[in-house]
């Protein structure tokens, strides 16, 4: 049932591409099952907008009966499971944990991410991270991510901000708050985009993986409370 799911994902992801603005529309209404990689600041923020968004949304860490306070508050369509759980659930996988993680993730469920629509929240410390921050500042995260998760079609998303700014303008009034977004896979791209309205936000596209440096932490792109308009611009893309 789920390779019958994810086959129909890709089609209607497809179609949506084929189809412009009304593809979109689609592709946002579609309440997909999502896995959400740790329940900590931005996994339970992101995750608990999609919930209210009226997706089912399945938190993960390795102890899942430390995510029971949060499920409980967040209602029937929310849930807490292991890793290999989360990653059977959902059609699209939020990964927010910390990114000194990313090496043993990626050889333990490789073979569960491999083709996977997976939205990378990952921010690298050197206080935290160590030699994974330094290869992310000198290569860009986005490969470097790419490299650890190798399979996954891989977008960047979420990670440019702190999750306070999130929680405080989702859904806000006027012009909703940017949040830049770059992958290699434009079917990826769409989900990840249809995913990022749902949380109550406007998705810019900044470009390939590579282009996601313009946003990682320590770049001019970090913690950017912008509008739409306001981050294609910054960013030198398109409307």
Same mark, same amino acid.
């Given at each position: 049932?789920?390779?019958?799911?994810?086959?129909?994902?890709?089609?209607?992801? +497809?179609?949506?591409?084929?189809?412009?603005?009304?593809?979109?529309?689609?592709?946002?209404?579609?309440?997909?099952?999502?896995?959400?990689?740790? /329940?900590?600041?931005?996994?339970?923020?992101?995750?608990?907008?999609?919930?209210?968004?009226?997706?089912?949304?399945?938190?993960?860490?390795?102890?899942?009966?430390?995510?029971?306070?949060?499920?409980?508050?967040?209602?029937?369509?929310?849930?807490?499971?292991?890793?290999?759980?989360?990653?059977?659930?959902?059609? @699209?996988?939020?990964?927010?944990?910390?990114?000194?993680?990313?090496?043993?993730? /990626?050889?333990?469920?490789?073979?569960?991410?491999?083709?996977?629509?997976?939205?990378?929240?990952?921010?690298?410390?050197?206080?935290?991270?160590?030699?994974?921050?330094?290869? @992310?500042?000198?290569?860009?995260?986005?490969?470097?991510?790419?490299?650890?998760?190798?399979?996954?079609?891989?977008?960047?998303? %979420?990670?440019?901000?702190?999750?306070?700014?999130?929680?405080?303008?989702?859904?806000?009034?006027?012009?909703?708050?940017?949040?830049?977004?770059?992958?290699?896979?434009?079917?990826?791209?769409?989900?990840?985009?249809?995913?990022?309205?749902?949380?109550?936000?406007?998705?810019?596209?900044? /470009?390939?993986?590579?282009?996601?440096?313009? %946003?990682?932490?320590?770049?001019?792109?970090?913690?950017?409370?912008?509008?739409?308009?306001?981050?294609?611009? +910054?960013?030198?893309?398109?409307?």
């Amino acid at each position: 049932m789920a390779c019958d799911r994810r086959t129909l994902l890709a089609g209607a992801m +497809a179609l949506a591409l084929a189809a412009g603005s009304a593809g979109d529309a689609f592709a946002q209404d579609a309440k997909i099952p999502i896995a959400v990689i740790g /329940g900590g600041n931005i996994g339970g923020t992101i995750g608990g907008l999609w919930v209210k968004a009226g997706h089912p949304v399945m938190f993960a860490s390795r102890h899942p009966e430390d995510l029971k306070p949060l499920v409980e508050k967040l209602g029937p369509l929310a849930k807490a499971g292991t890793v290999e759980q989360a990653l059977a659930f959902g059609d @699209a996988v939020l990964i927010a944990v910390p990114y000194k993680a990313y090496p043993d993730l /990626g050889k333990t469920y490789g073979a569960s991410l491999k083709g996977k629509v997976v939205l990378d929240a990952g921010n690298a410390t050197k206080a935290r991270d160590g030699d994974l921050a330094t290869e @992310a500042e000198n290569e860009g995260i986005g490969a470097v991510s790419a490299r650890y998760l190798p399979g996954a079609r891989l977008v960047r998303a %979420f990670n440019a901000a702190n999750y306070r700014l999130f929680a405080q303008n989702a859904h806000r009034g006027g012009a909703p708050m940017a949040v830049p977004i770059a992958g290699d896979d434009t079917q990826a791209l769409a989900v990840a985009a249809a995913l990022v309205r749902n949380a109550g936000f406007d998705p810019v596209v900044v /470009g390939g993986l590579d282009a996601a440096k313009k %946003f990682q932490m320590g770049s001019p792109g970090f913690q950017r409370d912008a509008t739409g308009p306001e981050a294609r611009k +910054a960013f030198g893309v398109a409307e």
